[in-house]
């Protein structure tokens, strides 16, 4: 069985801020970890995600994820924040079949 | 090309009603899943099909959820009837076929549905 745990329901940042999202998985074989983004009135939005290449990756409007197996972990970082960042996340894992388990979600709101 | 489409995109009906709620995925995606989110909590997966085949309906809350997929194509849940407990923001995902762990979704807006 699979499960995600996001830490912090609610992260608040100032803008130009680091902003850190956690993420903890729990797989029982390697692991295809993925995050998301959902902005008000719309679905949710594929930021990067992870299957098994580069431990740090890359994903859309400076977003990057680093996974660590020893930990257990998938964070989401940005070095400085936007405005525009302010929205939901979802940290999820797959099973080779597709089907993905999802985090609680973190309300992400950036302050002036 | 043309996202994941759903509607209705917001649906109140009274308890003991239907509704059936409707996604058009990405063409060309063979896997097409549903997801809800019921009062804020997690995502929860409901089902998967690979092109009309049901793969896994593992999520499926009870026998008042009934999804189709129409020839591989678009995709419909009808819950029959809806109960209050139904309410919250069902979402549609596709994705391409073959090695269906490695794809991140493309997602629908969701539609919201409201049992009162």
């Known amino acids: 069985a699979q499960s995600v745990t996001q830490l912090g329901s609610h992260v608040s940042v100032s803008e130009g801020a680091l902003v850190l999202l956690r993420c903890n998985y729990s797989?029982?074989?390697?692991?295809?970890l993925f995050w998301y983004v959902q902005y008000p009135n719309q679905g949710l939005q594929l930021l990067l995600k992870?299957?098994?290449?580069?431990?740090l990756v890359k994903g859309i409007n400076g977003f990057e994820a680093e996974f660590k197996k020893s930990e257990t972990s998938f964070h989401l970082t940005k070095p400085s924040a936007h405005m525009s960042d302010a929205a939901e996340y979802f940290c999820?894992?797959?099973?080779?079949?597709?089907?993905?388990?999802f985090g609680d979600g973190t309300t992400l709101t950036v302050k002036p | 090309e043309a996202g994941v489409t759903q509607f209705p995109s917001h649906s109140v009906i009274e308890k003991g009603q239907t509704v059936t709620l409707r996604c058009d995925p990405i063409?060309?995606?063979?896997?097409l899943y549903w997801y809800r989110r019921v009062m804020g909590k997690e995502i929860k997966f409901l089902l998967h099909?690979?092109?009309?085949?049901?793969?896994?309906e593992s999520g499926m809350p009870n026998n008042r959820f009934l999804a189709e997929r129409t020839g591989g194509t678009y995709s419909t849940l009808k819950v029959q009837p809806a109960e209050l407990e139904d309410s919250g923001v069902y979402f549609c995902?596709?994705?391409?076929?073959?090695?269906?762990?490695?794809?991140?979704?493309?997602f629908g807006s969701g539609t919201r549905l409201t049992v009162v």
């Open positions: 063409s060309g995606h063979d896997n």
């Open positions: 797989s029982s074989v390697p692991p295809y």
């Open positions: 999820a894992v797959n099973t080779n079949a597709g089907k993905s388990t």
């Open positions: 992870y299957t098994s290449a580069a431990t």
């Open positions: 995902a596709s994705s391409p076929g073959g090695g269906q762990g490695i794809y991140g979704y493309t």
């Open positions: 099909f690979v092109k009309e085949s049901k793969q896994d």
